[in-house]
Structure formats: structure tokens, C-alpha cells
């Protein structure tokens, strides 16, 4: 059973980890050296383990020094961020929340909707990681993920949103086309420059359309694209500079198609892309703060 013991120590133990010695963290305890490294070494000896690794030259973390610290600071967050939302009558958005999102995608789209949650809830403290890799959630302390694609199954601990599929559309800048032509068929596109979304290794990905004879998608391989760019601002760009003619989603190029910057090619062949989803780990569902986060997300970025 937990008691008011697990919590002593823990303040000298956090303030000497971040402290990086027994001496700095007394300054900022206002205690005596002494006291701080007893008060550690009762917590060591109750825990059964050393937390620190201790020399005449350094103190530091030892490994299970460094998972009891990541512990003790998540729990303390929580602590605060459930202290937050009390505060706000469990309304109110408030206190930090780490956030993963796709690198463009979370620049485009995700960004907007963040400023204007923080605008209306001063109190929020989002933490935003950029990265178009899956992240674990649980392993780097994620409370809302965005993801375009879905894995082949979702693990148990984790809940799931759907706000809808990727528009894919072909489309070029009004330059381009004034000077080679507009495509009137897929087949004509080898005729023209285009531009295709690298791999790793380089490899273009081919482009996708929407079979109706066979009630699914047919891949496209292009023969010889003019570019290959593995980033999708960067294959805007390539539009925008009328190098040619590119299969983007509307969320890249919304505004683009809305001034006339780039204008839709063959738009009968407009496809659908990946799905895009909010997720979670189900236990931050509990918590008003999350369940409120989630529902302002989903209100903002679902796909009509």
C-alpha cells in the first residue's frame, strides 16, 4: 500500500539529479550537503538500489537512478496537471501536454490549431515533437499523437480518431502548363516533368489513382521523374517554381489552389491518400485535460 513514506526523499533526490551534485542541490533546498545525501541514501536504502553512481570526481544517474527519476517526474507532472485542471473547474484547458505530429502536416495544419487553443486557454503548455517517424507514445511520453497512416493494428493501449483521408490530386503552376501544355491523359504524363516523392534510398514512390473498373487504387510508375524530393514542402516548392507537375494532397497545397499559385491537373483522377488520425494512450483519456484536447483537435483538423 502507498504511503506518506514513498514521498520522502524525492525532493532532495530531483533537486540532486538535476543539480548534478549533493552540495548545489543543498543550495537550492536550503538545507546542508549533509542532509541531502542522508536523505537520499535512507531513500536508496529503502528502494534497495543505488540511485546514483558516486565517484570523488562526479555524481550521476545509475540506470535504475534514471528510470526512478523519469517515474518520479511524470508522476509529479501529472500531480500538477491535475492541480491545473481543478484549478479551471475541469473546463478549462491547462499545464503541459507533449504533442507528436507529422514534420509538414504538423507545420501546416496542426500549428494553426495549436495557436488558436493557446489563445483560448492561456494556461495550456503544449510541448510539440515534428517527426514523420511512428513514435512510441508510452516510450517518449506522447499524450496526443497525429498520424497520417494507420499501423497494419492498433496496440490495445492505445485509443484511435479518425478525422478522415488525404485528397490526392496532380497539379502544376499556371507557368508550367503556359509552357508545355496541360496533360488531357494519364498517358501524356510521360510526356511532361514531373515531380515524385523519394524514398530513403531515392527510389521514387509511384503515384496513385483510383481504379473504377476494378473498384480499388492502380499504381502509376513514373518513367523518368524530372526530380525526386523526399519532403513534401519541398515538392510544393518544386510546383510553385513550375519545375512540373507533382500528386499532392490538398492539405500541402490548399492555399496555393485557392490564390491560382497552382491550379488541379486531370482533376478527374483525384484519389484518396492515407487516412489521418488522433492518437492516444488510453489511460490520458481519464483525464479532463486530454478528453478536452482531443475534442478541440477533432473539431479543427477532421477532413469534411
Not at 97 to 111: E, H, Q, T
Not at 133 to 160: T, Y
Not at 246 to 265: C, D, F, K, N, R
Request: hydrophobic content about 45%.
Amino acid at each position: 500500500m502507498f504511503s506518506s513514506e514513498h514521498l520522502k526523499g524525492l525532493t532532495p533526490f530531483l533537486a540532486t539529479a538535476d543539480a548534478g551534485s549533493f552540495t548545489k542541490a543543498a543550495e537550492r533546498l536550503h538545507l546542508s550537503s549533509s542532509a541531502v545525501s542522508k536523505s537520499v541514501a535512507r531513500l536508496e536504502e529503502r528502494l534497495g538500489v543505488l540511485l546514483f553512481e558516486r565517484s570523488t570526481r562526479r555524481l550521476k544517474l545509475s540506470d535504475a537512478g534514471r528510470a526512478y527519476y523519469a517515474t518520479c517526474k511524470r508522476v509529479l507532472q501529472e500531480l500538477a496537471d491535475a492541480e491545473d485542471v481543478l484549478g479551471e473547474h475541469a473546463t478549462a484547458l491547462a499545464g503541459k501536454v507533449r504533442i507528436g505530429v507529422p514534420a509538414s502536416y504538423g507545420r501546416l495544419r496542426v500549428m494553426p490549431a495549436l495557436l488558436e487553443l493557446c489563445a483560448q486557454y492561456p494556461r495550456l503548455q503544449p510541448s510539440i515533437a515534428f517527426s514523420d517517424r511512428f513514435v512510441d507514445l508510452f516510450e517518449e511520453r506522447i499524450d496526443i499523437a497525429v498520424r497520417i497512416g494507420a499501423p497494419s493494428h492498433w496496440p490495445a493501449a492505445l485509443g484511435q480518431m479518425h478525422l478522415g483521408d488525404e485528397q490526392l490530386i496532380l497539379c502544376a503552376a499556371p507557368a508550367y502548363l503556359a509552357r508545355r501544355g496541360t496533360p488531357a491523359s494519364i498517358a501524356q504524363l510521360d510526356e511532361h516533368d514531373c515531380i515524385a516523392y523519394g524514398r530513403g534510398d531515392g527510389s521514387p514512390m509511384p503515384w496513385l489513382f483510383h481504379d473504377e473498373d476494378n473498384g480499388g487504387q492502380v499504381e502509376y510508375r513514373l518513367a523518368s521523374p524530372r526530380m525526386t524530393v523526399g519532403d513534401a514542402e519541398a515538392r510544393t516548392a518544386a510546383v510553385l517554381a513550375g519545375l512540373g507537375v507533382a500528386q499532392l494532397a490538398t492539405w500541402l497545397v490548399h492555399e496555393h489552389l485557392a490564390t491560382g499559385a497552382i491550379v488541379a491537373v486531370l482533376p478527374a483522377l483525384a484519389t484518396q491518400g492515407l487516412p489521418l488520425y488522433l492518437a492516444w494512450p488510453l489511460a490520458r483519456q481519464l483525464t479532463p485535460k486530454t478528453g478536452t484536447l482531443l475534442q478541440e483537435l477533432r473539431q479543427r483538423l477532421t477532413i469534411s
